[in-house]
Protein backbone atom coordinates (compact mmCIF):
# COMPACT_ATOMS: atom_id res chain seq x y z
CA UNK A 1 0.00 0.00 0.00
CA UNK A 2 1.19 3.19 -1.20
CA UNK A 3 1.95 5.81 1.62
CA UNK A 4 -0.51 8.01 0.30
CA UNK A 5 -3.21 5.20 -0.25
CA UNK A 6 -2.34 4.59 3.64
CA UNK A 7 -2.28 8.18 4.60
CA UNK A 8 -5.89 8.52 3.13
CA UNK A 9 -7.38 5.21 4.80
CA UNK A 10 -5.84 6.33 7.77
CA UNK A 11 -7.49 9.50 7.87
CA UNK A 12 -10.67 8.35 7.50
CA UNK A 13 -10.66 5.99 10.14
CA UNK A 14 -9.51 8.14 12.35
CA UNK A 15 -12.34 10.36 11.42
CA UNK A 16 -15.11 7.29 12.70
CA UNK A 17 -15.47 6.11 9.09
CA UNK A 18 -15.18 2.20 8.02
CA UNK A 19 -12.80 1.60 5.18
CA UNK A 20 -14.95 -0.59 3.23
CA UNK A 21 -14.24 -2.62 -0.14
CA UNK A 22 -15.76 0.16 -1.95
CA UNK A 23 -14.07 3.01 -0.33
CA UNK A 24 -11.00 1.01 -0.62
CA UNK A 25 -11.21 0.19 -4.30
CA UNK A 26 -12.25 4.10 -4.64
CA UNK A 27 -8.87 5.73 -3.10
CA UNK A 28 -6.37 3.02 -4.85
CA UNK A 29 -7.93 4.12 -8.29
CA UNK A 30 -8.01 7.60 -7.06
CA UNK A 31 -4.36 7.81 -6.06
CA UNK A 32 -3.21 5.37 -8.51
CA UNK A 33 -4.17 8.40 -11.00
CA UNK A 34 -2.58 11.12 -9.65
CA UNK A 35 -5.58 12.73 -8.32
CA UNK A 36 -6.23 14.56 -11.06
CA UNK A 37 -9.66 13.14 -11.89
CA UNK A 38 -13.35 13.70 -12.73
CA UNK A 39 -16.08 12.15 -10.80
CA UNK A 40 -17.04 10.43 -13.89
CA UNK A 41 -13.45 9.40 -14.63
CA UNK A 42 -13.17 7.98 -11.48
CA UNK A 43 -16.01 5.85 -11.54
CA UNK A 44 -15.78 4.53 -14.87
CA UNK A 45 -11.74 3.73 -13.65
CA UNK A 46 -13.37 2.22 -10.47
CA UNK A 47 -15.73 0.50 -12.56
CA UNK A 48 -13.35 -1.51 -14.18
CA UNK A 49 -11.58 -2.51 -11.02
CA UNK A 50 -14.40 -3.17 -8.76
CA UNK A 51 -17.32 -3.53 -10.81
CA UNK A 52 -19.40 -4.09 -7.86
CA UNK A 53 -18.97 -0.05 -6.76
CA UNK A 54 -21.33 1.86 -8.42
CA UNK A 55 -21.17 5.50 -9.34
CA UNK A 56 -23.57 7.02 -6.34
CA UNK A 57 -20.83 4.98 -4.41
CA UNK A 58 -17.89 7.06 -5.98
CA UNK A 59 -19.80 10.29 -6.04
CA UNK A 60 -20.82 9.89 -2.09
CA UNK A 61 -16.65 8.92 -1.47
CA UNK A 62 -15.65 12.09 -3.56
CA UNK A 63 -17.92 14.50 -1.46
CA UNK A 64 -17.02 12.31 1.70
CA UNK A 65 -13.47 13.28 1.33
CA UNK A 66 -13.87 16.70 0.30
CA UNK A 67 -15.68 17.49 3.20
CA UNK A 68 -12.66 15.97 5.20
CA UNK A 69 -10.05 18.09 3.60
CA UNK A 70 -8.43 14.91 1.78
CA UNK A 71 -9.47 15.80 -1.79
CA UNK A 72 -10.92 19.25 -3.29
CA UNK A 73 -12.65 19.77 -6.76
CA UNK A 74 -10.95 22.55 -8.41
CA UNK A 75 -12.61 23.88 -11.95
CA UNK A 76 -10.46 24.82 -14.77
CA UNK A 77 -12.64 26.02 -17.06
CA UNK A 78 -13.36 22.27 -18.01
CA UNK A 79 -16.85 22.35 -17.15
CA UNK A 80 -16.73 19.08 -14.59
CA UNK A 81 -14.90 19.41 -11.32
CA UNK A 82 -11.38 17.53 -11.24
CA UNK A 83 -10.94 16.70 -7.88
CA UNK A 84 -7.08 16.55 -6.82
CA UNK A 85 -5.64 15.06 -3.52
CA UNK A 86 -4.65 17.77 -1.19
CA UNK A 87 -1.34 15.31 -0.14
CA UNK A 88 0.28 17.48 3.20
CA UNK A 89 -2.30 19.81 3.14
CA UNK A 90 -1.69 21.69 0.00
CA UNK A 91 -2.01 21.62 -3.56
CA UNK A 92 -0.60 24.18 -6.24
CA UNK A 93 -0.60 24.81 -9.66
CA UNK A 94 0.06 26.87 -12.48
CA UNK A 95 -2.40 27.34 -15.14
CA UNK A 96 -2.33 28.63 -18.55
CA UNK A 97 -4.43 30.92 -19.68
CA UNK A 98 -4.18 29.78 -23.32
CA UNK A 99 -4.02 26.39 -23.52
CA UNK A 100 -5.34 25.51 -20.27
CA UNK A 101 -1.71 23.44 -19.44
CA UNK A 102 -1.79 22.84 -15.61
CA UNK A 103 1.63 22.16 -14.73
CA UNK A 104 2.07 20.88 -10.77
CA UNK A 105 4.55 21.84 -8.75
CA UNK A 106 5.44 21.00 -5.01
CA UNK A 107 7.36 23.71 -3.13
CA UNK A 108 5.54 25.43 -0.88
CA UNK A 109 6.72 28.91 0.01
CA UNK A 110 3.30 30.31 1.86
CA UNK A 111 4.30 29.53 5.44
CA UNK A 112 5.29 33.39 5.58
CA UNK A 113 1.82 34.41 4.28
CA UNK A 114 -0.26 32.01 6.11
CA UNK A 115 1.20 32.82 9.44
CA UNK A 116 0.25 36.85 8.47
CA UNK A 117 -2.99 35.89 7.60
CA UNK A 118 -3.81 34.09 10.57
CA UNK A 119 -2.53 36.77 13.19
CA UNK A 120 -4.35 39.51 11.27
CA UNK A 121 -7.90 37.43 10.56
CA UNK A 122 -7.64 35.19 13.57
CA UNK A 123 -7.64 32.31 11.26
CA UNK A 124 -6.69 28.70 11.28
CA UNK A 125 -5.43 27.75 8.32
CA UNK A 126 -6.18 24.26 7.84
CA UNK A 127 -5.02 23.31 4.35
CA UNK A 128 -4.78 25.83 0.82
CA UNK A 129 -4.92 25.20 -2.91
CA UNK A 130 -3.07 27.86 -5.22
CA UNK A 131 -3.82 28.47 -8.45
CA UNK A 132 -1.64 30.84 -10.59
CA UNK A 133 -2.83 32.17 -13.93
CA UNK A 134 -0.11 33.18 -16.67
CA UNK A 135 0.95 31.58 -20.20
CA UNK A 136 3.47 28.62 -20.33
CA UNK A 137 6.23 28.72 -22.41
CA UNK A 138 4.84 27.32 -25.47
CA UNK A 139 1.87 30.13 -25.27
CA UNK A 140 4.29 33.21 -24.47
Known amino acids: MSDLL ?14 TAS ?6 VLTSSGGHVTADDLAALVREKAPGVGRMTVYRTLDLLSGLGL ?10 AHYILMDA ?5 LVCSVCHKVI ?4 CVLSEIE ?5 RFQFQIESHLLEV ?6 CQ
Open 104 to 107: EFDD
Open 6 to 19: AGLSAALQEQGYRL
Open 71 to 80: IRPVYQGTGA
Open 89 to 93: GHHHH
Open 115 to 119: QMVCG
Open 23 to 28: RRAILQ
Open 133 to 138: YGRCPD
